[in-house]
């Protein structure tokens, strides 16, 4: 029978022998499947695993300093790239989710081309790729979650793509890959994460993307977060966020009339993301956090909460 511990014992072997004294990339994402396969060719090849963990100025509130330090204290060779700006340049003035996937995308490929040119000799990319993103091939763009696709031009295409592919994950289901990680002593808190897409608020923001924007959500998804895990209520939910409306409204404050902007908090029961139900969440809970937005970010003047299941209604409102 397939135990964990026995997994990473016969996967660590292998590596050591498949990797030999090569060097390897490989980029973070923050995310359970990339901290995992990170941990693995770690113990089989230690400090010839270089790790990138960018930033695209699209993640929650404190995010990339957090991670990034946790991944330092778990030993890992892992170097941070802020390049917020670059992406945001890349998307202002767009507002179809199609062409900010994409640009998206683009920009995280050359962030990443970059980045691994400074590892010299390197000869292999590392992806946490699971058994479910080889079978489904999931809409996967713009982050190092995303599965690379095999091309038959190699001459076109970034130098890190050219590297031979090791994926040691690839065969295990999402519910394996957390025990995994758990035999081999990551935290439950990193373990337990919920899923979030690689290209970030981005997909939240509807319309196009500005600093601000970025900000006042990434203030929401915080108090919604944070608040879910007072509550209790976070190892309950699949996945959660907020989304911001394109949307502005009338409010009074005072005896001042308002025009601001309006958000939408999303929280869903499933088991692969396909299909997914919305959470009945507590009213004390939701009007709790209701107050606790409307209160504390400034711009935001009504909260919504979205009942609505997939399919139709795609977790990501982009
Ligand atoms: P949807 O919105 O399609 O999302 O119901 C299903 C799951 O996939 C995540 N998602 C993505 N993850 N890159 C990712 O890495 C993406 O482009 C992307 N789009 C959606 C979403 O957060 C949910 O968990």
């Given at each position: 029978t397939?135990?964990?511990?026995?997994?990473v014992?016969?996967?660590?072997?292998?590596?050591?022998?498949?990797l030999?004294d090569?060097?390897v990339?490989?980029?973070?994402?923050?995310?359970?499947d990339?901290?995992?396969a990170?941990?693995?060719?770690?113990?089989a090849?230690?400090?010839?695993?270089?790790?990138?963990?960018?930033n695209?100025g699209?993640?929650?509130?404190?995010e990339?300093?957090?991670?990034l330090?946790q991944?330092?204290?778990?030993g890992?060779?892992?170097?941070?790239?802020?390049a917020?700006a670059r992406?945001?340049e890349?998307?202002e003035?767009?507002?179809?989710?199609?062409t900010?996937?994409?640009?998206?995308?683009?920009?995280?490929?050359?962030?990443?081309?970059d980045?691994?040119k400074e590892?010299e000799n390197?000869k292999?990319?590392?992806?946490?790729?699971i058994?479910p993103?080889v079978?489904?091939?999931?809409?996967?763009?713009?982050?190092?979650?995303?599965t690379i696709k095999?091309?038959?031009?190699?001459?076109?295409?970034?130098?890190?793509?050219?590297?031979k592919?090791?994926?040691?994950?690839?065969m295990l289901?999402?519910d394996?890959?957390?025990?995994v990680g758990?035999?081999?002593?990551l935290?439950?808190?990193?373990?337990?994460?919920h899923?979030?897409p690689g290209p970030?608020?981005?997909?939240?923001?509807?319309g196009d993307i500005t600093?601000e924007k970025v900000?006042?959500l990434?203030?929401v998804?915080?108090?919604?977060?944070?608040?879910?895990?007072?509550?209790g209520?976070?190892?309950?939910v699949?996945q959660?966020?907020?989304?911001?409306?394109?949307?502005?409204?009338?409010?009074?404050?005072?005896?001042?009339?308002?025009y601001?902007?309006?958000v939408a908090?999303r929280?869903?029961?499933?088991?692969?993301g396909?299909?997914a139900?919305?959470?009945?969440l507590?009213?004390?809970?939701l009007?709790?956090?209701?107050?606790?937005i409307?209160?504390?970010?400034?711009?935001v003047?009504?909260?919504v909460?979205d009942?609505?299941?997939k399919?139709?209604a795609?977790?990501e409102?982009?």
């Open positions: 397939w135990t964990p511990d026995a997994f014992d016969t996967t660590v072997a292998q590596l050591k022998k498949q030999g090569d060097r990339i490989l980029g973070l994402s923050g995310g359970v990339s901290t995992v990170a941990t693995l060719l770690h113990k090849i230690g400090d010839n695993l270089y790790c990138i963990f960018v695209n699209l993640l929650r509130k404190n990339f300093s957090e991670v330090l991944y330092e204290g778990m890992l060779n892992v170097k941070g790239v802020d917020s992406f945001l890349a998307l003035g767009e507002s179809d989710p199609e900010k996937r994409k640009a998206i995308g683009r920009v995280f490929i050359e962030v990443f081309d980045e691994s590892v390197a292999w990319l590392g992806q946490g790729t058994y993103d079978i489904e091939s999931v809409s996967a763009t713009g982050g190092p979650s995303a095999s091309h038959h031009n190699v001459g076109g295409l970034p130098d890190f793509m050219k590297l592919v090791v994926e040691p994950l690839k289901f999402k394996e890959v957390r025990r758990k035999s081999m002593g935290s439950p808190s990193l373990l337990g994460r899923p979030f970030g608020l981005a997909i939240r923001i509807l600093p900000r006042i990434q203030e998804d915080h108090i919604f977060i944070s608040g879910l895990r007072e509550w209520l976070y190892d309950k699949w959660a966020g907020a989304m911001l409306l394109p949307v502005n409204s009338v409010g009074v404050m005072g005896d001042e009339r308002t601001e902007k309006c908090l929280a869903v029961e499933s088991t692969d396909m299909t139900d919305w959470v009945n507590p009213y004390e809970f009007q709790k956090v209701s107050n606790d409307i209160n504390k970010v400034k711009g003047n009504r909260v909460y009942i609505s299941s399919p139709p795609t977790i409102w982009e």
